[in-house]
């Protein structure tokens, strides 16, 4: 007994949990995925939020889509003045979205999500499908390491 509590304050194999041997590494795709609104609490100011970390992600994920950028910023811009708004329409997400998809070169899965997005009704009933790509738009930006402190 004596002899498996010196093993395990030594951290021998078997006696605890495996350990990290590598630091993890930051990326964007980490920090949006802590930006998305939870499925059951859709919230503007978090999409928002989420929009706002695209902006600011986009030039190191995929250099060369300045005009993606502009559209996500201008998308993000529409959705600040919408905060408050239920009745929003998700006209603005989809434009932001399929900039993010042209720059990121999204999947058929991910396309095809985006595209199932009726921008003439209201954005709230749709956060399932908005958050289903920025889970996928994630997971694309999981290659990339943020910055310390991201650029603002």
Partial sequence: MLFAIVLAAAGCAGSVGPTRTAAHVDTWGDRLRAAIPPVDA????????AFDLLAHALPDVAPGHEAEVDRVRNACSTLARSLGNL?????????GLVAVGDAL?????????IDSIDPSKPLRPQYDKVRKVLLATAKLMDRTPAPLTARR
């Fill in 87 to 95: 009745s929003a329409r998700a006209d603005f997400v989809k434009i």
């Fill in 105 to 113: 070169e999204g999947d058929r899965g991910m396309l095809a999500t």
């Fill in 42 to 49: 859709p919230d503007h100011a978090q999409l928002l939020s």
